[in-house]
């Protein structure tokens, strides 16, 4: 199982410890492995009502109409909600620190932006009769056209309201990084490679899929039983939305089938908590796997070029990045992840000339959100085999190309912080040594602690 | 037809914390009547281990047995405030709020402990195993059960403590991007090993070698499974996943299981996984987050392994085996 | 559609239940008998989580509809649990770090039953073939087939101490 090399770091590693390092037993798995563990959908009550949307079948449209009469017979069918039910209509999953806009209705008023946005929620006596009504439910919708390419996206007619089809951070259309001259970087480069790299949305994929039950209490407050990564995101938002004081809400959970980043948007628990209020009864609102794989937040697409002026030696002395992030049709937590992927650049290098356009933009398609590596994953992904090119291109080793141009301590990153606590090398020493690979003597006794060597 | 075998590599950091910071986490610990010890969060574990390794933290801090610490998460009416488990931040965030709280309420218990063994306090030390005892006379001691019953029922004062933990948020200057985005940074490189079919553009990850550095592993055995893991979901991202197989092209999204493609447990490759220590400088014990990057250098070392097999560079994920069989076609000058 | 009246035997004990038409197995097991310890991953039948025994055979409980099974034996993770300690199932699972969130493991658990009790001494493929209906999100594999592995060691050995 699990190894540890002490020989790496000796003496910043001496400390006198007892439990911390011990690979003690899970304090969960003996719930896990008896089933005794409780996850939220294990907590139920009587008279509870389930929830299900009726969601968009059009990519971009605007609503002309909605028709609820034939779901209203369905049998067991108690309510409909639509957006005239939610107090203030805006999930900003950031709000209460200040992060904007207001770009998401909770339920759409005129117009759908993706396929699969909720419109409205019928509440129903069974989960069977739910479905029934919200099948029966007739949208009268009138097509706009869709945008799906990032790049089309930046320069075709804003299909947001009231803006650009972009994040605008403070008054750039993109996260900027600049840090040297990139230009004087290629024009002194003994060559340039560029690349572009792309990747498509991807799904968390937890064994248990997103959903809550919020439970009305006899002294008038609401408890949701909750699968969210955060409880105090959940409640904050839900108190906006509903626009009841904070205090009138409890969130219980922290036992999760899962996450991976998939649980830490705010979309079930408001509207559930909305039912519970409408019609005093408990009410659950959990997304079926179909629900999950298209309609909640994936891992945003993203599309990166990456422009290296490169010397005869490995040495990387330019690199430019024009980095676009999908987010699809709301901006949820996509205007954090593009600046975290800003951030990330140009990877655990030590680069004299950077420059970073990452661009947070929206397409006709589902929001994206944050995933495991969140803002980081796609950008290693093109980081590294843009990497292995130049290695290949030189016909140099890829540890050693690598070792070469890595960050050590004291140096400058390209967003102006100091490096501190760098162990590039020597995971990549530790790697080698684990294949029996056998680096230059330059590379084998190179330090993250030293610009020596 | 052949199979092809190759080799790749890929290194890579990963930020501890949320972005910028700003993102607060608290605790609360008190001991019970009996010497027991109740962390109160409203942090969530998604299988991470938050509760084992929060606990594991407590005990340390405390000098008390891992056994006799427990949290039970999360709830807002009695948690403090946790901004939430994602960003890698549960163990550096939590891990240090905890470490907070059990400094101060063991701070309560030595004074008990010193009162009851008309001794200083700063003479007394805890063995670990549920005493406490002068420093250099483990038979002049007391055993924490006793220290909390008196602490309880003779002095009234309560063992507890609380903890807190926030790195200010770092404002972004937007003409040059200069920030401060992590408290620390882990470090992974993996080698990939594959094999690539090049008549079904099939490939097979053979072995993955992983070097991890992420400060002081807190419980390894917890690490390993990230590791393990998330090189799994390494493999499942390179080769397998997306909703929009047509991207940007919308159709043909999976609805279920048998669409929406990954790995089974036929398809893992053999692991090779060695963790690295540099204990960070601000982290619980110096502790960095492991939780997100595991997936990080599998992909990349997957993509550069299958290059160096047969000569595809694919640049889009997921690698599937229509684009090695189109790169294939084009590198034999076949049309399209 | 009227309710009908279904007997099963669950966990050694019978059962009589009234059920609403085209109930699953799941549906009865959690909602009116409380058995939570079967977890709910997809309704499809793509992924295991749910699985159980049903006389004997894994069988995936958001498929079946209860009315399809009468008189049949059903065992759940709540069945395997001996009243002390644990299976030794669940306690390879627990010593060799087979959970993460725990979400899939009774599926897997109640998948390896019904392997060990077919197959006291299966080879590492036996085990992947009968784990690769179920998903899980977390390990990666290693550490359940390693822990399945270590379950037939472990009953094997209880059952030869017990023959000497």
């Known amino acids: 199982m699990e190894k540890i090399d002490t020989s790496f770091f000796a003496k910043e590693r001496e400390a006198e410890l007892s439990v911390v390092g011990e690979s003690v037993q899970r304090a969960d798995a003996r719930g896990h492995v008896t089933g005794r563990t409780q996850f939220y959908e294990d907590v139920t009550f ?41 107090p203030n209509n805006w999930y900003t999953i ?26 409205c929620a019928v509440l129903a006596e069974t989960p069977q009769a739910a479905l029934e009504a919200a099948r029966r439910v007739v949208v009268d919708y009138e097509d706009l056209p869709p945008v799906f390419d990032v790049e089309a996206a930046m320069t075709s007619t804003p299909f947001k309201k009231d803006g650009t089809n972009y994040f605008v951070y403070e008054g750039h259309n993109c996260r900027r990084i600049r840090f040297g001259d990139v230009e004087k970087g290629f024009a002194e480069a003994d060559h340039v490679i560029e690349h572009r790299y792309e990747s498509s949305p991807i799904e968390h994929a937890p064994t248990e899929t997103t959903g809550c039950t919020a439970k009305p209490e006899g002294n008038g407050r609401i408890t949701i039983y909750s699968n969210t990564q955060a409880l105090y995101f959940t409640l904050d938002n839900m108190a906006l939305i509903l626009g009841v004081p ?64 490169v010397m005869k030696d490995g040495r990387i002395i330019a690199r430019k990045i024009t980095l676009y992030v999908d987010a699809g049709a709301y901006c949820r937590h996509s205007t954090y992840g593009t600046t975290k992927a800003a951030a990330h650049m140009p990877g655990p290098y030590t680069i004299p000339n950077v420059h970073v356009d990452a661009y947070c933009v929206y397409t006709n398609r589902t929001p994206s959100s944050a995933m495991r590596g969140f803002g980081v994953t796609i950008g290693d992904f093109a980081l590294e085999s843009q990497m292995d090119q130049i290695a290949r291109f030189l016909d140099m080793d890829p540890m050693e190309l690598r070792l070469l141009n890595a960050y050590r301590d004291g140096d400058m990153k390209a967003h102006r912080k100091k490096v501190d606590g760098a162990a590039l090398v020597e995971v990549i020493q530790a790697a080698a040594r684990q294949t029996g690979k056998q680096l230059a003597p330059r590379f084998a006794k190179m330090s993250s602690m030293t610009r020596e060597g | 037809m052949a199979r092809l075998k190759g080799r790749g590599v890929a290194a890579v950091n990963y930020p501890t914390g949320m972005n910028l910071g700003g993102d607060p986490s608290q605790a609360l610990i008190h001991a019970t009547t009996t010497g027991s010890f109740v962390i109160t969060l409203s942090s969530v574990d998604l299988g991470q281990g938050i509760k084992t390794v929060g606990a594991q933290i407590a005990a340390e801090t405390l000098g008390v047995p891992y056994e006799s610490v427990m949290i039970d998460t999360a709830d807002t009416d009695t948690g403090p405030h946790c901004m939430g488990t994602f960003a890698s931040r549960g163990t550096h965030r939590i891990g240090n709020a905890i470490m907070m709280a059990a400094k101060e309420a063991r701070e309560v218990m030595m004074c008990v402990a010193a009162t009851e063994l008309e001794v200083d306090a700063g003479d007394l030390v805890t063995d670990g195993k549920g005493r406490i005892h002068v420093n250099g006379a483990p038979d002049k001691g007391i055993a924490v059960l006793d220290v909390a019953l008196a602490a309880h029922f003779k002095h009234g004062k309560t063992i507890s403590g609380r903890g807190m933990y926030l790195k200010p948020k770092s404002e972004v200057v937007p003409e040059t991007g200069e920030m401060d985005p992590d408290s620390c940074q882990a470090h992974a490189c993996t080698i990939a090993e594959v094999e690539v079919d090049d008549e ?24 390993h499974q990230q590791i393990v893991g998330g090189a799994w979901m390494g493999i499942s991202h390179a080769l397998y996943e997306t909703t929009e197989p047509y991207y940007p092209n919308r159709a043909h999204g999976p609805l279920d299981f048998s669409e929406y493609l990954m790995p089974g447990p036929g398809d893992i490759a053999e692991m090779d996984s060695v963790i690295i220590e540099r204990p960070s400088s601000n982290g619980p014990y110096g502790a960095k987050g492991i939780g997100e990057m595991t997936a990080n250098s599998p992909i990349p070392a997957i993509a550069n392994a299958i290059f160096d097999a047969c000569g595809v560079r694919v640049t889009s994920m997921p690698i599937t085996p229509e684009k090695i069989l189109r790169g294939l076609d084009a590198l034999r000058g076949n049309p399209n | ?124 493929e036996d085990v992947v073939r009968a784990i690769s209906g179920n998903i899980c999100r977390c390990t990666g594999y290693e550490a359940i087939i390693d822990a399945i592995l270590d379950a037939a060691v472990r009953i094997r050995s209880a059952a030869h101490a017990e023959a000497a």
Do not use: W
Not at chain 1, 59 to 73: C, F, P, S, V, Y
Not at chain 1, 97 to 109: A, K
Not at chain 2, 201 to 221: C, F, Q, S
């Open chain 1, 46 to 86: 009587p008279n509870t009502l389930h929830l299900k949307m009726v969601r968009s079948t059009r990519h971009h449209a605007l609503i002309k109409g909605i028709d609820t009469e034939a779901a209203m017979k369905v049998p067991g069918v108690v309510r409909i909600l639509t957006h005239k039910d939610v």
């Open chain 1, 94 to 119: 950031l709000k209460l620190i200040g992060v904007g806009p207001d770009d998401e209705p909770v339920l759409p008023e005129d117009r759908v932006l993706f396929m699969g946005e909720q419109i």
């Open chain 1, 246 to 309: 904070f205090n009138k809400l409890r969130l219980v959970g922290g036992t999760v089938g899962g996450g991976f980043g998939g649980k830490v948007d705010v979309i079930v628990e408001p509207i559930a908590a909305l039912g519970a209020m409408l019609t005093n009864r408990p009410v659950k609102y959990a997304y079926s796997r179909a629900e999950e794989m298209q309609v909640s937040s994936p891992r945003a697409a993203e599309r990166i070029y990456i422009k290296d002026g």
């Open chain 2, 200 to 223: 079904t553009g099939d490939v097979t990850v053979l072995k993955m070698t992983n070097a991890y550095e992420i400060g002081r592993a807190m419980n390894p055995a917890l690490a």
């Open chain 3, 1 to 124: 559609m009227k309710h009908s009246v279904v007997s099963l035997t669950i966990n050694g004990a019978e059962r009589q239940m009234l059920v609403a038409p085209g109930s699953t197995l799941i549906d009865v097991l959690r909602e009116s008998q409380g058995l939570t310890g079967t977890r709910r991953g997809c309704e499809q039948g793509a992924c295991g989580t749910c699985t159980v025994l049903v006389d004997g055979k894994t069988a995936m409980s958001c498929m079946l509809p209860v009315e399809t099974i009468e008189g049949a034996h059903v065992e759940t993770i709540e069945g395997l649990t001996p009243p002390q300690g644990l299976h030794p199932i669940q306690e390879a699972f627990l010593q060799g770090f087979a959970t993460q969130c725990g979400f899939c493991t009774s599926g897997m658990i109640m998948v390896a039953a019904a392997l060990l009790a077919k197959n006291p001494n299966p080879s590492r």
